[in-house]
């Protein structure tokens, strides 16, 4: 097998990777997954494989999700995949969820007491069903008297909202995070 071939190999099976992964791949892993020898040479692959998609008018693109790659819909098509959205989709959130996720989102990690002296309502429940949902998990606990969970945001949270990472939530008045937070993503988050 010549370099082209062994190349034109690669791609097809980076390709087949991201199509089939349901979360995103760091260039590490798919470098291990391909057989390369760096990150640096799967980031490489990736970034060809997006311009043969892109050229060949491909509906299909490898993006930048958090810390890692995932196949994904050019965000030009979103319109024609609204009407199937549209189906597929349950009740929307309520304003009770939304402001509780984005507290949670904005703030994180933060305990319950601290998302409900914000909303000024209780929010265990609201909480919980984030948590059902996968947008939202407990990343820790306080080292305070009773050591209450400590919530954050999840790789799926990052998936569905189309973000790489949490420094691009838009600006809110009032619910605003510190430059060093801004641009850690939710992973990095799991781990403190």
Same mark, same amino acid.
């Given at each position: 097998m010549n370099d082209d071939q062994r190349r034109d190999e690669l791609i097809a099976r980076l390709e087949a990777i991201l199509f089939a992964a349901e979360e995103p791949i760091s260039t590490r892993?798919? $470098?291990?997954?391909?057989?390369?020898? /760096? %990150?640096?040479?799967?980031? @490489? #692959?990736?970034?060809?494989?997006?311009?043969?998609?892109?050229?060949?008018?491909?509906?299909?693109?490898?993006?930048?999700?958090?810390?890692?790659?995932?196949?994904?819909?050019?965000?030009?098509?979103?319109?024609?995949?609204?009407?199937?959205?549209? $189906?597929?989709?349950?009740?929307?959130? /309520? %304003?009770?969820?939304?402001? @509780? #996720?984005?507290?949670?989102?904005?703030?994180?990690?933060?305990?319950?007491?601290?998302?409900?002296?914000?909303?000024?309502?209780p929010s265990a429940e609201i909480l919980r069903n984030l948590v059902e949902t996968g947008w939202v998990q407990v990343v820790g606990q306080e080292e305070t008297l009773g050591r209450p969970h400590l919530y954050g945001t999840t790789r799926k949270f990052l998936q569905e909202f189309g973000l790489r990472n949490l420094g691009e939530l838009p600006v809110l008045e009032g619910l605003t995070r510190s430059s060093s937070d801004a641009s850690r993503t939710e992973v990095d988050e799991a781990a403190d």
């Open positions: 892993r798919l $470098a291990k997954l391909l057989g390369l020898a /760096s %990150d640096v040479e799967a980031a @490489t #692959l990736v970034d060809r494989l997006r311009g043969l998609l892109l050229k060949d008018g491909s509906a299909f693109i490898p993006s930048p999700i958090g810390d890692g790659v995932q196949m994904t819909t050019r965000p030009e098509l979103a319109e024609s995949l609204r009407a199937w959205f549209s $189906a597929q989709e349950t009740a929307a959130p /309520s %304003d009770a969820t939304v402001k @509780t #996720l984005a507290i949670v989102s904005y703030r994180q990690p933060v305990t319950r007491a601290d998302v409900d002296a914000i909303r000024g309502a």
